[in-house]
């Protein structure tokens, strides 16, 4: 198996520019998760779905941040307009619903100047 | 607040010794634990676990305690070994929803020196 996608791997962009980074979880798993990781709060979730419907998004920061799962094989985390505080890596993970093991994509390292 | 705690940002230790990272939590209703272990570049990977109906559990070099009234948790690492070197992240999982939410702690870098 592939295990999880996630692209890209870097971005550089522009505050107020529009960010969106694209996750594939292993095929099968029901559960998608997106993480950011800071070195003040570690790896903070920002939003979970289970089944592609979203559960709990109380950890996306503010309304610049969405996240859409249209199919079982594809997530999205948008940020609009990006600002220099949203400079963090992201991942994406997904698992068996109900497990508790879940298995991480390399990251994207956002970097907005 | 968090809710699941590293005070430790990281820890050096010579090769062949033990290494000793510590977890603490706040909420009593936990029921699994996690460590996982991330290298530069890379996404994080599952290490080792323990339920809350448990004290101890080992895999080879690995062994987690679990400490249900003090709240707290400790991976040791014996003996060390420089590939062992990266960051671990505490995890626990929220029992509500039975969804396999889990909540990380800040991660400890560790250092083990050859």
């Known amino acids: 198996d592939a295990g999880v996608i996630q692209s890209p791997r870097h971005e550089v962009t522009e505050m107020g520019q529009e960010v969106t980074l694209r996750c594939k979880p292993i095929?099968?798993?029901?559960?998608l998760f997106w993480y950011r990781q800071t070195m003040m709060r570690g790896l903070e979730l920002l939003i979970y779905?289970?089944?592609?419907?979203?559960?709990?998004d109380s950890g996306m920061p503010e309304d610049r941040f969405s996240a859409k799962m249209p199919n079982a094989s594809f997530s999205t985390l948008k940020i609009q307009p990006s600002e220099p505080r949203d400079s963090a890596v992201y991942f994406c993970a997904s698992s068996l619903s109900g497990s508790y093991e879940q298995f991480f994509g390399p990251g994207t390292r956002l970097t907005v100047l | 607040d968090q809710q699941v705690k590293q005070n430790s940002p990281s820890l050096s230790v010579q090769e062949g010794r033990i290494s000793i990272l510590n977890c603490d939590y706040t909420n009593s209703m936990f029921d699994y634990f996690l460590w996982y272990k991330k290298y530069p570049a890379e996404g994080p990977t599952f290490l080792i676990s323990?339920?809350?109906?448990?004290d101890k559990n080992e895999d080879g070099r690995f062994t987690v305690f679990l400490n249900k009234s003090a709240k707290h948790l400790s991976l040791h690492i014996v003996p060390s070994q420089p590939g062992d070197s990266a960051v671990y992240f505490c995890a626990a999982s929220d029992p509500s929803g039975n969804t396999g939410k889990l909540i990380f702690g800040q991660g400890t870098t560790l250092q083990v020196k050859p």
């Open positions: 323990i339920s809350s109906i448990k």
């Open positions: 095929s099968g798993h029901n559960s």
């Open positions: 779905f289970n089944n592609n419907v979203p559960i709990d």
